[in-house]
């Protein structure tokens, strides 16, 4: 499973960006995706799960309430959405997927087997 993110970028806080992570080489709809984070110096920390059907969301207590995950199967895309951001937000944002899902929700690195390489967010004050 090849995964892509974008959208990261550069925006004020209390601002909004949506990211996005295309997947291809598996089929889209058999995965469980997740977003994580990692700030500088500190392990990779989850954000957010959606399951297969779309149909459950896992969130993070830091971005519950500001953030939202989603999944277009046609687009064979995850999203988040994210909003009222805050300069501590401030981190690398990685999608991941999980061909194998074992438990809900899968809120650890381990519980994921693919990787996309990383956008930075960054938020100012």
């Known amino acids: 499973v090849q995964l892509v993110e974008s959208g990261g970028g550069l925006v004020q806080a209390g601002g909004s960006l949506r990211l996005s992570c295309a997947a291809s080489?598996?089929?889209?709809?058999?995965?469980?995706m997740g977003w994580f984070r990692q700030f500088p110096g500190k392990e990779r920390e989850f954000v957010a799960a959606?399951?297969?059907?779309?149909?459950?969301?896992y969130y993070a207590d830091s971005v519950r309430g500001r953030f939202v995950i989603s999944r277009d199967d046609a687009a064979n895309t995850v999203y988040l959405q994210m909003n009222n951001l805050e300069p501590e937000d401030t981190a690398v944002y990685y999608c991941?997927?999980?061909?194998?899902?074992?438990?809900?929700?899968?809120?650890?690195?381990?519980?994921?087997?693919?990787w996309g390489q990383g956008t930075q967010v960054t938020v100012s004050s």
């Open positions: 959606i399951s297969r059907s779309g149909m459950l969301t």
């Open positions: 991941a997927a999980d061909d194998n899902p074992r438990s809900w929700p899968p809120s650890t690195n381990t519980d994921y087997d693919y």
């Open positions: 080489g598996r089929t889209f709809s058999s995965l469980v």
